[in-house]
């Protein structure tokens, strides 16, 4: 069955880096549009990046520049860069996987389009 397990989450003071990983299992990662979300509590989830079958990439205002989401074929794994982290990058990261292969380039995403996520990871940036 489609699994998504995230790691690489923790604590970093601001300006700091993290690397966050997403094993898939169940399927091929890169025949599908992938996704990062973050949410905060109270706050709906917020899409940060998305990569889809022919490995383009896509970034909102808030992150571009800062964060950068790859993936390993091989190792059928998803990754999200964060650089520069502030405070305000605090939250539980998941990672998502889409019901079909076409991203978008738009933001906001819509979480209701995918149909599989991770457990989450989180991440906490003190000032």
């Known amino acids: 069955q489609v699994q998504l397990e995230e790691s690489g989450g923790g604590s970093v003071q601001s300006g700091g880096s993290l690397r966050l990983s997403c094993a898939a299992s169940?399927?091929?990662?890169?025949?599908?549009?992938m996704a990062w979300f973050r949410q905060v509590p109270g706050k709906e989830r917020e899409g940060i990046a998305t990569?889809?079958?022919?490995?383009?990439?896509y970034h909102p205002d808030s992150v571009r520049g800062r964060f950068t989401i790859s993936r390993d074929n091989a190792k059928n794994t998803l990754y999200l860069e964060m650089n520069s982290l502030t405070p305000e990058d605090t939250a539980v990261y998941y990672c998502?996987?889409?019901?079909?292969?076409?991203?978008?380039?738009?933001?906001?995403?819509?979480?209701?389009?995918?149909?599989?996520w991770g457990q989450g990871t989180q991440v906490t940036v003190s000032s």
């Open positions: 990569i889809n079958s022919w490995a383009s990439a």
């Open positions: 998502a996987k889409k019901a079909g292969i076409v991203c978008g380039t738009s933001f906001p995403l819509i979480a209701r389009e995918y149909n599989y």
């Open positions: 169940g399927f091929v990662l890169a025949s599908y549009c």
